[in-house]
């Protein structure tokens, strides 16, 4: 299986439009958290320190559909917390899918066989497992044997019954390159529509702060992981993204392609950093120093971070705003991905520049 035509056609139409309108600071992807309640309790995750009352809460159907109005954006990524602790997730979805959203459901997936007569198979919804690793990686991420075996029993079900099924992996300084194509490998046996990647954010509140990359350190280790990806792996990110991971591709934060309603409200500036919260959606969008966050800024917080919810926005940007990216993008996507040679991906490199401007993907 792969990403719907009709979800590409959506996502391009909307940039285009975008565009069209000049528009340079747009939603793409709305990161949707209904609750912050989780069944694990991973060691590299910053979502879950909350008090108790504020773990019991959760948004209502009426907040999610308002925020998802609000926002526009023609993807909705729900995370948590385990979205499917929520009573409601499945009236969330149906409304979701009823005004036309592609939905990314994000699970650890403990719960999915359960629940899933609770959804109905639709272009619309795709589950994303997390799944950090071989079983025992993943078992030792998320602080809990036999989590492994119960995520690919649920993904193997639910592939069975025809619904779009995803995976999502975090990706720490102790990662096994090795193991993590071992388990592109099984993923792809087993019918995943397509992997996303991420280096994880040092969240301060996460109990393992050891393991987290540095800038360098995540190109240097994503060099190995994908230097030499095999054809039939299918991530379902933008090659960009994939090529800005390697330091083959120089991006600038875009926090505002992927916003976040939870509890709190619209999280000010993105995902992973917490200056405040703004009512609404505009409110966001008008209220942000924008110019302060992103690794030209200089702020320290942002240095490091080259995760996909301020990235993958900025690839899809420059997919569809510059030739050379365009170009890439198709050249990627026809011909694969550029090879790196064995000195490359022994090499231990130094980060990109601090520029925005593109540099030539070597193809
Ligand atoms: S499954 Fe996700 S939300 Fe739950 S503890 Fe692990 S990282 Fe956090
Ligand atoms: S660089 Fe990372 S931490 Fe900084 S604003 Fe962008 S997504 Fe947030």
Redo the contacts with the bound molecule.
């Keep these: 299986m792969a990403v719907p035509v009709s979800q590409m056609w959506t996502v391009a139409s909307y940039v285009l439009k975008q565009k069209l309108r000049r528009r340079k600071q747009y939603p793409l992807v709305l990161m949707l958290e209904p609750l912050?309640r989780?069944?694990?309790?991973?060691a590299?995750?910053?979502?879950?320190q909350y008090p108790a009352e504020t773990l019991k809460r959760h948004l209502s159907v009426e907040d999610c559909i308002r925020a998802v109005e609000e926002c526009g954006a023609p993807i909705v990524s729900i995370?948590?917390?385990?979205p499917l602790l929520h009573p409601d997730i499945d009236k969330i979805v149906d409304e979701l899918v009823a005004r036309g959203k592609y939905i990314y459901l994000?699970?650890?997936a403990i719960l999915l066989e359960k629940h899933l007569h609770r959804f109905k198979p639709s272009k619309h919804l795709s589950f994303s497992v997390?799944l950090d690793g071989t079983r025992e990686d993943h078992d030792h991420a998320?602080c809990r044997d036999g989590v492994y075996d119960v995520a690919i029993a649920a993904i193997e079900t639910a592939v069975k019954k025809g619904f779009r099924v995803t995976t999502n992996t975090?990706v720490f300084s102790n990662a096994d390159p090795e193991r993590l194509q071992e388990m592109f490998d099984t993923l792809m046996d087993l019918g995943v529509e397509g992997m996303m990647l991420s280096p994880g954010y040092q969240y301060e509140k996460a109990p393992d702060q050891e393991h987290f990359l540095s800038r360098t350190g995540t190109i240097n280790l994503f060099r190995k992981i994908l230097g030499n990806a095999k054809r039939r792996w299918v991530f379902n990110q933008s090659p960009l993204f994939i090529e800005f991971l390697k330091g083959k591709w120089d991006l600038e934060c875009t926090p505002w392609g992927n916003p976040t309603y939870n509890l709190f409200g619209w999280q000010k500036p993105c995902y992973l950093l917490q200056d405040g919260y703004a009512e609404t959606f505009e409110e966001l969008m008008n209220t942000v120093e924008w110019d302060q966050y992103g690794r030209a800024s200089g702020n320290e917080r942002c240095q490091d971070c080259m995760v996909h919810c301020g990235y993958e926005p900025s690839a899809v940007d420059a997919t569809f705003g510059t030739l050379s990216g365009f170009a890439a993008s198709a050249w990627t996507t026809i011909f694969g991905p550029p090879q790196l040679t064995p000195e490359e991906m022994a090499e231990e490199l130094p980060a990109p520049t601090t520029s925005p401007q593109l540099v030539e993907l070597e193809t």
């Design positions: 912050f989780c069944n694990l309790a991973c590299g995750c910053g979502k879950i995370p948590g917390g385990e994000c699970t650890n997390h998320v975090t």
